[in-house]
């Protein structure tokens, strides 16, 4: 899979129309003559940051499309901590989709996209606890294999060295970390496991991308000292395409969808900065890669594949890019004989793509279902056409992994059609599809990956492929292409997704949290899922003993592949408080299956299988709570309503447009999503209706939101001012502020072990000033800072209360963290408004 992401097809994509992320690429005669230049020249750059959305996509177009250079983005984590504005997906789901988002990124730009295994726990405010919870030696490890492999001549670090704790810690670490590698790559003795692998590298030069918004201010970057900066000129315009830099770039931050990064595109003359941190400044500023051979001349008997090039490019016909396969097949010829494996490889897969799309060459495997099991016997429909009149011959194809060839000696005839068919044998041991990097159990700070030559990879490792075995004029060209599965949809028409390797059964808990507010029993559903035809087993739910689980087990019987069936057991929890794990498991023939299935389905991304262990927290606890009805209007996505539901109240999901007094008139109480308030605009009109029912006698709790893009200033019926201050320490010390208040105390006893166990963080963006009607209920802060103060916020408001705070109930009610359900049930049954005096309210 490596290869095939890491092929040059993708280069200038951005050409043709932007489609489904599944279907396969076709590049127009433009594309072809960029691809063309692009094998030409030998020059690399290597641009590194902390998270998808870090990498400046104008500076990474440009390198790609103007200069032609090989550009990779090596984003050190996957977005796990971030928050997601397209669906309730959060820590590694999300991780998974911003990986997709960053793939289809480079795809727009013409770049390769990296990872390290370093995961995105959450904000950090410094450099020193990003690289001890990351391990930084690991993390180090994963730069210098990266650089060792990717071989590149320039390096750009987003973010600057030597400012750390000024900005988020993993952005400064990512810096520090890159700095540090540069001197470490070209040393034998560094990481010395890696060069059964890899070579020791040495980057000729290392840059820090500056700009105005490092220094503060737009004056203050001017009055900079620049001797070792170099300029760039950016905002080029691409006549044959009719697109700017700046508007190719725009597109490729657009994917970033779950962040929220839609991007508007600029045209015109642009300025980016490069400051040398290592290395030499190059003697001509306007040139980066000055004093480093780009050509064919860089490799050993690499000149005449350099000359055959330049005439191939020169002599490109627009009308008929057919003309130009003979010598490109002549000059794959000659890279086969080259003794560089590096430029080898790369230019070997480049000029295959460029071959390909020069004929028209479509080759595709199609299997007849999108899932398969491991061992299965799959019925692929091949297709195989060659739109151009050069003769080609389909000598054989192979299948992947099980490494059967078969003969087929077609003859590709201009524009006619050849289809086949032919069996894939899945092998038993076949991994199932998923993000290798979840596989393993990691730690707060590190994804798991045993085998070395998969670190840094950045999609899903698909190992069912076919290599179509090609005869152009003499020299046989392999081009291999993962098996795929379509369909046509009604509305969008032609849609492709990946074969995945899925289990023979996989169990779903229905329920991620099970809330036991007594010990009355509750019966709990699981849905089982056949992955191939005829499966039958039993079901158990493993519980520890202190909770009665009936029946032991359930017998199933699923006669049809993707046959669903939810099975429900009575479950009897312990006396006393108690959390416990319980996980589902389908027992076939003595073999345990325990993989719950999660797919994640967008638009903008390649659709993705997630095989999680299939568990459910379980908690006793002692939570008193009324009946209140409550209206939920969804911000960018939380799964806070189904807490509710578990915690026993009514919910009903508000659509913004349709609040009035009428509609608000069925709720006692009425909550806002996390960023309501930034990605809805309607709530700008129905501000006044929700400060009446508030007024009325009613409770109003409004969960975080940023301080930028407000859809109104006038959230809160008092003067109230969101900043970026968060706790980012999830066990920090928590203060009560108002320790009588009823937020506290009724009708369950809020304490300080209550906040113990929280998860990534205690909250963000609170308020740093506001009215005197709030009172500040909790104070707390990470070590080093002054307290914050802004974490809950309550103003008694005519007959009800206004509420709003930045903790991270989204984050800890998902994970059943007991101290959030309790605090919540707290919150909710508010009523008959008190103020505390201020001599009651401790500091």
């Not at 594309?31 to 959305?53: C, E, M, R, T, W």
């Not at 606890?621 to 009946?627: C, Q």
Request: aromatic share 10%; net charge neutral.
């Amino acid at each position: 899979m490596q290869k095939a992401l890491t092929s040059y097809f993708i280069i200038f994509l951005l050409f043709s129309s932007i489609i489904n992320a599944q279907q396969p690429h076709k590049p127009n005669s433009v594309a072809i003559y960029n691809q063309i230049q692009k094998l030409s020249f030998l020059g690399s750059v290597l641009y590194i940051a902390a998270h998808p959305d870090d990498e400046n996509t104008r500076l990474i177009s440009y390198f790609s499309n103007e200069t032609k250079a090989r550009t990779a983005y090596l984003s050190l984590t996957r977005g796990d901590g971030g928050q997601n504005l397209i669906g309730p997906q959060l820590r590694e789901l999300l991780g998974v989709i911003r990986t997709q988002e960053l793939i289809e990124a480079r795809k727009i730009d013409g770049s390769e996209q990296l990872f390290t295994r370093a995961n995105d726990f959450g904000y950090s405010k410094n450099a020193e606890e990003t690289v001890q919870i990351w391990d930084k030696e690991k993390v180090l490890s994963d730069i210098v294999f990266a650089i060792r492999k990717f071989q590149p001549d320039i390096i750009i670090n987003r973010f600057d060295h030597r400012t750390s704790g000024n900005t988020h810690g993993h952005h400064s670490a990512s810096a520090i970390l890159s700095a540090e590698s540069f001197n470490k790559t070209n040393d034998p003795k560094v990481f010395p496991e890696q060069l059964s692998l890899v070579k020791p590298w040495q980057t000729k030069r290392q840059f820090f991308n500056p700009s105005w918004w490092f220094y503060g201010s737009q004056a203050k970057f001017d009055a900079a000292d620049k001797t070792n900066f170099i300029s760039m000129q950016t905002g080029v315009y691409y006549t044959a395409t009719g697109k700017s830099n700046q508007e190719i770039a725009a597109l490729s931050r657009s994917c970033h969808q779950s962040q929220g990064f839609g991007s508007t595109g600029n045209r015109g003359e642009e300025t980016e900065y490069l400051e040398l941190i290592n290395g030499e400044l190059p003697k001509d500023k306007a040139n980066v890669f000055d004093g480093i051979d780009t050509t064919w001349n860089r490799v050993n008997g690499g000149k005449p594949i350099g000359e055959m090039l330049s005439k191939i490019a020169a002599e490109f016909d627009f009308i008929n890019p057919s003309a130009s396969i003979p010598d490109l097949v002549k000059a794959y010829s000659m890279i086969q004989s080259l003794d560089d494996n590096h430029w080898k490889t790369l230019k070997s897969e480049e000029i295959k793509n460029v071959i390909a799309a020069c004929a028209g060459l479509y080759l595709e495997a199609v299997a007849q279902n999108q899932e398969a099991t491991p061992g299965s016997l799959i019925k692929l429909k091949l297709e195989a056409i060659n739109r151009s009149p050069i003769e080609m011959q389909l000598l054989s194809v192979t299948t992947l992994p099980d490494q059967k060839n078969t003969i087929q000696n077609v003859v590709l005839k201009n524009n006619i059609l050849q289809n086949s068919s032919i069996d894939l044998q899945l092998p038993s041991t076949i991994e199932f599809t998923q993000p290798y990097w979840l596989k393993d159990k990691g730690t707060e700070g590190m994804y798991t990956v045993p085998d070395q030559k998969n670190i840094g990879i950045p999609d899903v490792i698909r190992e069912a492929k076919v290599v179509f075995n090609i005869n152009i004029k003499e020299i046989e060209i392999p081009f291999e292409r993962i098996v795929v599965y379509k369909y046509n949809d009604d509305v969008k028409g032609e849609m492709y997704n990946y074969l995945d390797v899925v289990p023979e059964v996989t169990t779903s808990i229905l329920d991620k949290v099970s809330l036991f507010k007594d010990n009355k029993k509750k019966y709990i559903g699981v849905k089982i899922k056949a992955g191939k035809e005829a499966v039958k087993g039993d079901l158990q739910l493993e519980l520890p003993n202190s909770w009665i689980v009936q029946p032991k087990s359930i017998p199933f019987n699923l006669d049809k592949k993707g046959l669903e069936q939810t099975l429900y057991f009575e479950v009897t929890p312990p006396n006393s408080q108690e959390e416990a794990i319980a996980q589902s498991v389908a027992i076939i023939d003595g073999k345990r299956y325990d993989k719950e299935q999660i797919t994640i389905d967008f638009d903008h991304i390649t659709k993705q299988q997630v095989l999680k262990p299939s568990e459910s927290k379980f908690i006793r606890l002692d939570l008193k709570t009324n009946n209140q009805r409550i209206g939920y209007i969804m911000g960018a996505g939380d799964e806070v309503p189904n807490s509710l539901m578990q915690m026993g109240y009514k919910v009903t999901l508000l659509n913004p447009e349709e609040i009035s007094p009428e509609k608000m008139a069925n709720f006692d109480m009425v909550i806002t999503g996390i960023r309501a308030y930034n990605t809805l605009q309607a709530l700008a009109n129905k501000q006044n209706f929700l400060f009446d029912f508030v007024k009325g006698g009613k409770t109003m709790l409004v969960q975080y939101n940023t301080p930028n893009d407000l859809v109104t200033e006038n959230i809160a019926p008092f003067p109230m001012k969101i900043s970026r201050d968060r706790v980012t320490e999830e066990n920090a010390e928590v203060r009560f502020l108002a320790p009588n208040h009823p937020v506290l105390n009724s009708p369950n006893k809020i304490t300080a072990k209550d906040f113990q166990g929280w998860k990534q963080e205690q909250g963000l963006y609170y308020p740093n000033t506001f009215d005197k009607a709030f009172t500040p209920i909790l104070s707390s802060n990470d070590k080093g800072e002054t307290p914050k103060n802004g974490a809950l916020l309550i103003a008694p408001y005519g007959k009800g209360y206004y509420i709003y705070t930045g903790l991270s109930l989204f984050r800890e009610l998902p994970e059943g963290i007991s101290g959030a359900y309790k605090l919540l049930a707290n919150i909710i049954s508010l009523q008959n408004p008190v103020t505390i005096p201020a001599e009651k309210v401790k500091p």
